[in-house]
Nanobody
Framework: QVQLVESGGGLVQPGGSLRLSCVAS?????????????MGWYRQAPGKQRDLVAS???????DYAEFVKGRFTISRDNAKNTVYLQMNSLKPEDTALYYC?????????WGQGTQVTVSS
């Protein structure tokens, strides 16, 4: 059973920054643990599908959706079972509920997410 707890969201003005955190606990599929999983940040705006924003492998290789490249940075601390998303130069279109999960085989029980609202 895996528990994913996201935090760090809030209301920010356009151009501002936020840092999201996600703590994962428990055992993922095939008896693996957080340190061995490719983790990702996803987001879902009202009425839209959930999209993958950024991912990071167990070895620290990162990948980003085109719409956040150059603005967002994903990182992880395996000792703390935590994945981070540093978000800079935020835009109103970044407004969404942000979640973390395994990328290759997402855990079926998603966390509650953390709301990011970018507005003046």
């Amino acid at each position: 059973q895996v528990q994913l707890v996201e935090s760090g969201g809030g209301l920010v003005q356009p151009g501002g920054s936020l840092r999201l955190s996600c703590v994962a606990s428990g055992t993922f599929f095939f008896g693996t643990f957080f340190s061995g999983r490719t983790m990702g940040w996803y987001r879902q705006a009202p009425g839209k599908q959930r999209d993958l924003v950024a991912s990071i492998t167990s070895g620290g290789n990162t990948d980003y959706a085109e719409f956040v490249k150059g603005r967002f940075t994903i990182s992880r601390d395996n000792a703390k079972n935590t994945v981070y998303l540093q978000m800079n130069s935020l835009k109103p279109e970044d407004t969404a509920l942000y979640y973390c999960n395994d990328v290759l085989r997402p855990w079926p029980s998603w966390g509650q997410g953390t709301q990011v609202t970018v507005s003046s």
